[in-house]
């Protein structure tokens, strides 16, 4: 018998609430009450893979192909806009959509950790270090969150791999001593710096703060009205610490300040004040200026994002008026299509540019996914499954497009060889059930019962609310 964790009874009442809505297939509710638990004790495994399955098998009932597109645009324009309250619900959803994606995670992570609930971030940035173990903004965002709850092994883990990746910033082996110190003890971890770091250093993580980042604003003009000549290279920073607390009108004058001292231009500063004009509402200035700079640097997928964002906030705007207006929601949906068949055609080339990468291939393939061209995405995400390091990924996505184009053989044979690929782990990832059901459904296709019962079965014993498993599966037996 499977040993109860020790939970309080206030959160073990909350756990099997979870448990109740779960078998009435509430899931929402059921991740409420997971969310509930996972507040006050972060660290709980058995409610965060609970949690986890809760909110994925919402979004799996919730989204439908409208539904998808609305939430993405929403949730998208929300989080650009910082609304990280009103966004979180959106992002959450989508992300738990496609729960092996770990850009949707991270994005959905940031916005749960500036909505003050870490235990959920630290989950979301998990599943997102999970498939881009070294992507630096991802740890980033994820080490503060682990700090958050308390975890401090994941945050010095993860301080670690950030000063494996750039060894020349200094902060990283101190935030690794630092915790080492406090959760190993003085003498243990890997030394204690509490008593040797110095007073600058304890300032630069003060810095951190709004308050700590006004403080700085002020020193730095301060300096630069003594010799602005001198002393204008203070400026840069100045801007992006007004940015970073939303003083935009203020910020849109220092980066006009730099722009103009600048002779071969600033494309920080242009980018920058592009921001500033389309956080204060101006969206016909930022288009233009993103315009100029998606120009200027047309494989930047950035501007390119930035461009449509914009378009997109425009049409929101009168959609928010008009909302049933159909002419508007026609045009939103061709300004999404393209939106992803010009970021489609950036990938193209930049793939063609910086052959072999593959985080580029991987993405370039998806969006050639999402564009509809299997047969172009196809090859890409093969080429993607020879490197070791993102086979993973792109063998999952590869067998649901063999699928997809009939091929059962090389579907069967592709899922397979990603099941090898697979982390080990003590739970079934949603990741490796999708793997099981994918095999279930190749063979069932070619009219192998027998095996595809097998693999269905694999799924129906570790979750018997994943898709409609259980239908396929009690069909098969009966």
Known sequence: MKELPDRPSKLQK??????????SQDYDGAAAWFSAVLEYSPLDTEAQEMCEKAQILYA?????????????????????LNMHKSAVHYLGVLSFDKPQDPIRAAKYGKALAANDNPALAAMAYRRALKFLPQNKSILKGAGPVFEAIDDKPAAIEVYVMLNRLEPKDGIWPIKVKDLSAEHYGKTGGITDLKVS???????????????????????????YKENPEEKAGVLPEVGRLLVQ????????TIWKKVLEASEE??????QMIATCYEKKGDLDEAEKRFGKLQKDHPLDPRYCDSVFGVRLSRIDKELKAAPEDTALLQDRERLEREHLETKTEIYREMTEKRAGDP???????NLLQQC???????????KVGQNPARAYPALRKLGG?????????????????ALEKAPQSKTVSAEVKEIWYGLGEAYLRLGDRDNAREWFKHVYECDIQYRDIREKYESLIT
């Open 265 to 270: 231009g600033d494309e920080e500063a242009e």
């Open 372 to 382: 509809g061209r299997v047969d172009d995405a196809i090859p890409v995400l093969q």
């Open 197 to 223: 770091r110095s007073e600058e250093e304890r300032k630069a993580a003060q810095q951190q703060t709004v308050e700590g980042k006004e403080q700085r604003i002020k020193e730095l003009l301060d300096r």
């Open 60 to 80: 799996q009932k919730k989204l439908s192909f409208l539904t998808r597109l609305t939430y993405s645009v929403v949730g998208n324009f929300l989080a650009g």
């Open 245 to 252: 607390i939303g003083r935009w009108d203020h910020a849109l």
């Open 401 to 417: 497009l063999f699928i997809e184009k009939g091929q059962m053989p090389l579907a069967i044979d592709t899922f397979k060889r």
């Open 14 to 23: 909350y756990f099997e609430n979870g448990l109740k809505a779960m078998a």
């Open 359 to 365: 985080d580029l291939l991987l993405t370039y393939g």
